[in-house]
């Protein structure tokens, strides 16, 4: 009944839609390509913030010269669905056919969280030394979702929720729970089988976790996954700091100004959590800073118009021929 509820209140994506959308998208002849992105680029020298655009294309893409593709790029004619992950191959597909279908690229899909020798195109990169780490907005049916919160921040519960999985690859979950599963301040669990199970709990929908002031936001395998709709609502994202990124730029937030930054030790929780329950001011203006630094990726063409320019900077630097 929870997820249902998500579901109807659009806290969760329906999959179908999203497969039938990016096949259509596949189906579009080279003319409609070539004007949709005509149209951007139009749009581009008009009304965008072309100095913004700019910026952001330069922050997914750090290649600023001619660099060697090395041995094992693959033309993108020849990507498959069949030999990549579904959602990734369509995301990354979705742009990519914009381009010379004999043009080569590295591809790394899944959660990376190191920085591959040649220039490739990733999902999630380390924040640090991540030259070759080209990203794009890829798996963005699970990971891309803001949601609308008519919940005041004062109305709810003075407790930090968070539920999530855990396994021995996510040291960071399991040393949390070990420190502060019994913490009155806090609502918190697994809900995958983890050892003896001691800290499990039933799934927590996301109608029900924004009853609360405080969201933990846990990276896992790389970033943490709640970390975008956490901060288009009117809860507190509650983390350390982040060490990966994605396409939302984990890598320009600033605690105490976007989220509540809590110690790698953890130690400090409890002061956080009883200082913002008491300092509402303060909390809604970080809530406000979230709010506002997630409307930059809710425009659909402008992130198009930047996919592409990552892209066409991707292949100019690396010798090819942009279409």
């Known amino acids: 009944m929870d997820k249902l509820i998500d579901l109807l209140l659009g806290y969760k994506k329906i999959k179908i839609f999203y497969y039938l959308n990016t096949n259509l998208n596949l189906l579009r002849p080279e003319w409609?390509?070539?004007?949709?992105?005509?149209?951007?680029?139009?749009?581009?020298?008009?009304?965008?913030?072309?100095?913004?655009?700019?910026?952001?294309?330069?922050y997914y893409n750090k290649i600023d010269k001619n660099t060697d593709l090395g041995t094992n790029s693959v033309d993108i004619q020849k990507l498959s669905r069949k030999d990549y992950r579904g959602t990734?191959?369509?995301?990354?597909?979705?742009?990519?056919q914009f381009f010379n279908k004999n043009n080569s690229v590295n591809v790394l899909f899944g959660d990376v969280i190191h920085t591959p020798n040649t220039p490739t195109?990733?999902?999630?990169?380390?924040?640090?030394?991540?030259?070759?780490?080209?990203?794009?907005?890829?798996?963005?049916?699970?990971?891309f979702l803001f949601i609308k919160d008519k919940r005041k921040f004062s109305d709810k519960k003075d407790k930090l929720i968070g539920i999530g999985m855990v396994n021995d690859q996510k040291a960071l979950r399991v040393?949390?729970?070990?420190?502060?599963?019994?913490?009155?301040?806090?609502?918190?669990?697994?809900?995958?089988?983890?050892?003896?199970n001691q800290w499990k709990i039933d799934f927590v929908s996301i109608h029900k976790q924004l009853q609360y002031k405080f969201i933990l936001c846990w990276e896992g395998n790389d970033v943490a996954t709640n970390l975008k709709y956490v901060?288009?609502?009117?809860?507190l994202a509650i983390c350390t700091k982040p060490i990966y990124e994605t396409w939302f730029m984990e890598g320009t937030l600033i605690g105490g100004v976007h989220y509540v930054e809590i110690?790698?030790?953890f130690s400090?929780?409890?002061?956080?959590?009883?200082?913002?329950?008491?300092?509402?001011?303060?909390?809604?203006?970080i809530i406000a800073n979230a709010n506002a630094y997630v409307k930059q990726f809710?425009?659909?063409?402008?992130?198009?118009?930047?996919?592409?320019?990552?892209?066409?900077k991707y292949f100019t630097n690396t010798g090819q021929m942009v279409k």
């Not at 390509?33 to 294309?57: A, G």
């Not at 200082?275 to 303060?282: C, G, R």
């Not at 809710?298 to 066409?312: F, T, W, Y």
């Open 32 to 58: 409609c390509l070539r004007w949709y992105k005509k149209q951007l680029e139009t749009k581009f020298t008009s009304d965008y913030d072309t100095f913004l655009i700019r910026e952001r294309v330069s």
């Open 88 to 96: 990734y191959y369509f995301d990354s597909m979705e742009y990519l």
């Open 121 to 143: 195109l990733v999902k999630s990169r380390p924040i640090e030394n991540n030259t070759n780490s080209i990203i794009l907005n890829l798996d963005k049916h699970r990971h």
């Open 175 to 196: 040393r949390f729970l070990e420190m502060h599963f019994n913490n009155p301040l806090c609502d918190i669990g697994h809900t995958n089988d983890f050892r003896n």
């Open 231 to 235: 901060m288009s609502s009117n809860s």
């Open 263 to 265: 110690k790698d030790d």
């Open 268 to 285: 400090d929780l409890n002061e956080k959590i009883e200082y913002y329950s008491k300092n509402i001011e303060a909390s809604e203006k």
């Open 298 to 312: 809710q425009n659909k063409k402008r992130e198009d118009l930047i996919s592409l320019l990552v892209l066409e």
